[in-house]
């Protein structure tokens, strides 16, 4: 058999054992058999089958963990859901068997936040400026440059104040954050069509921003010089194809895995929100759990935590290389050059006063909060 018609045959004899696996009830383990490239053999995939089947069959519990990316976004995107899974049911000795529901297959952004606040699923990823008009509080993420950068994230969600003063008040929205994943700061993505790069906030002047429903993006853009231009996500593919807006801002490893590599022409590390997820989990669910269950599900939590941070930068990498291959040029700031992003938008500035104290509840409370951010905690994350 020569090398394409191998190729094609594999490709057939995926197809079939995925649809065959998954209308037989093993959804999860056609997706593990995919993400591990043996879905185009039907003994392999049968075993991995076999195996998931024992493992939830001998589990105590299942928890549905739903997310919105496929299984393979890892490479770009260091999203962690296999590893979570994993670490879970290791971690509670298999009491804990993890059906995963990956790829938007039930639902996306605020629709999966609802889900674990009623109870529907267990637990999801999602953002955490999806998770803010269910628990407002974290959206403090969002003040910019207060944790822009990697590690300022880390410090703050790794805080022992965080933990103290913003957890309880999510936890009486019905939820139990697990953990923060880091995947890098937001950016400014230009698209194609002769606009020169943005190095500076004068740069983006007259520049269509695209922005979602956020108040708090949507003013960071108009201080810093841009057009705010609310577009919803799905629609916003085709409102950079056709000019409906210049520039977009998600992570570069978002920029790949959402398919904006050839429509885009520049993009700046201006480091000024995270575009961090969280995954969460029904915070009743969990404590109905016994006592050596929750310590399992915590620790396998703070494994995934750890693993994610030494992903961010190869998964950086990778999702930069793919994009200058579709001719994309990336800008890092110099000191100087962030330092006028700063002067421009940061947090500093009064038109953030109401936010901070609306949010945080007074501002010596986000003072305190801002201070933990910029204390170095032991985890160590790639900045770009």
């Given at each position: 058999?020569?090398n394409?018609?191998?190729t094609?045959?594999?490709?057939?004899?995926?197809?079939?054992?995925f649809?065959?696996?998954?209308s037989?009830?093993?959804?999860?383990?056609?997706?593990?058999a995919s993400?591990a490239?043996?879905?185009?053999?039907s003994?392999a995939?049968?075993?991995m089958?076999?195996e998931?089947?024992?493992?939830?069959r001998?589990?105590?519990?299942?928890?549905?963990?739903a997310?919105?990316?496929?299984?393979?976004?890892?490479?770009?995107y260091?999203?962690?859901?296999?590893?979570?899974?994993e670490?879970?049911?290791?971690?509670?000795?298999?009491?804990?068997?993890?059906?995963?529901a990956?790829?938007?297959?039930?639902?996306?952004?605020?629709e999966?936040?609802?889900k674990?606040?009623?109870?529907?699923i267990q637990?999801?990823?999602?953002?955490?400026?999806?998770?803010?008009?269910?628990?407002p509080?974290?959206?403090l993420?969002?003040?910019?440059?207060?944790?822009?950068?990697?590690?300022?994230?880390?410090?703050l969600?790794?805080?022992q104040?965080?933990?103290?003063?913003?957890?309880?008040?999510?936890?009486a929205?019905g939820?139990?954050?697990?953990?923060?994943?880091?995947?890098d700061p937001?950016?400014?993505?230009?698209?194609?069509?002769?606009?020169?790069?943005?190095?500076?906030?004068?740069?983006?002047?007259?520049?269509?921003f695209?922005?979602?429903?956020?108040?708090?993006?949507?003013?960071?853009?108009?201080?810093?010089?841009?057009?705010p231009?609310?577009?919803a996500w799905?629609?916003?593919?085709s409102?950079i194809?056709?000019?409906v807006?210049?520039a977009?801002?998600?992570?570069?490893?978002a920029?790949?895995?959402?398919?904006f590599?050839?429509?885009?022409?520049?993009?700046?590390f201006?480091?000024?929100?995270?575009?961090?997820?969280v995954?969460?989990?029904?915070?009743?669910?969990y404590q109905?759990?016994?006592?050596?269950?929750?310590?399992?599900i915590?620790?396998a939590?703070?494994?995934?935590?750890?693993?994610?941070?030494?992903?961010?930068p190869?998964a950086?990498?990778?999702?930069m290389?793919?994009?200058?291959k579709?001719?994309v040029?990336?800008?890092?700031?110099?000191?100087?050059?962030?330092?006028?992003?700063?002067?421009?938008?940061?947090?500093?500035?009064?038109?953030?006063?109401?936010?901070?104290?609306?949010?945080?509840?007074?501002?010596?409370?986000?003072?305190?909060?801002?201070e933990?951010?910029?204390?170095?905690?032991?985890?160590?994350?790639?900045?770009?």
């Amino acid at each position: 058999m020569d090398n394409e018609n191998e190729t094609t045959w594999k490709a057939n004899a995926s197809r079939r054992n995925f649809l065959r696996l998954a209308s037989a009830g093993g959804f999860t383990a056609a997706v593990l058999a995919s993400a591990a490239g043996t879905i185009w053999s039907s003994e392999a995939a049968a075993q991995m089958v076999n195996e998931e089947r024992e493992r939830e069959r001998a589990a105590e519990h299942v928890m549905t963990l739903a997310t919105a990316y496929v299984i393979t976004a890892d490479r770009s995107y260091p999203i962690m859901q296999l590893d979570l899974k994993e670490n879970i049911q290791n971690a509670t000795n298999g009491k804990v068997y993890v059906k995963l529901a990956p790829a938007g297959q039930l639902g996306a952004a605020n629709e999966l936040v609802q889900k674990v606040q009623s109870g529907t699923i267990q637990a999801a990823q999602h953002s955490i400026a999806n998770f803010a008009p269910f628990a407002p509080v974290v959206d403090l993420i969002n003040l910019p440059y207060l944790c822009g950068s990697n590690q300022r994230f880390v410090n703050l969600t790794y805080s022992q104040l965080w933990k103290d003063r913003v957890h309880p008040q999510v936890e009486a929205r019905g939820f139990k954050p697990l953990f923060y994943v880091v995947i890098d700061p937001r950016v400014v993505a230009l698209r194609k069509g002769g606009m020169q790069p943005v190095i500076l906030p004068a740069d983006l002047r007259g520049v269509k921003f695209r922005v979602p429903g956020s108040e708090m993006l949507q003013t960071y853009y108009r201080l810093v010089g841009a057009n705010p231009t609310p577009i919803a996500w799905g629609e916003t593919p085709s409102a950079i194809q056709q000019g409906v807006a210049d520039a977009l801002d998600p992570a570069v490893g978002a920029l790949y895995v959402f398919g904006f590599k050839d429509m885009l022409s520049h993009v700046t590390f201006t480091q000024a929100v995270p575009d961090a997820q969280v995954y969460s989990c029904n915070l009743e669910w969990y404590q109905g759990l016994p006592d050596d269950i929750r310590v399992g599900i915590d620790f396998a939590a703070e494994i995934t935590a750890a693993q994610n941070l030494a992903k961010v930068p190869a998964a950086r990498a990778f999702a930069m290389a793919e994009l200058a291959k579709a001719g994309v040029e990336f800008h890092t700031l110099s000191d100087d050059q962030l330092a006028q992003w700063i002067e421009a938008g940061g947090y500093q500035r009064s038109e953030w006063d109401a936010f901070k104290t609306e949010l945080a509840g007074s501002m010596a409370d986000f003072d305190a909060l801002a201070e933990a951010a910029g204390t170095d905690v032991r985890p160590y994350v790639n900045d770009a």
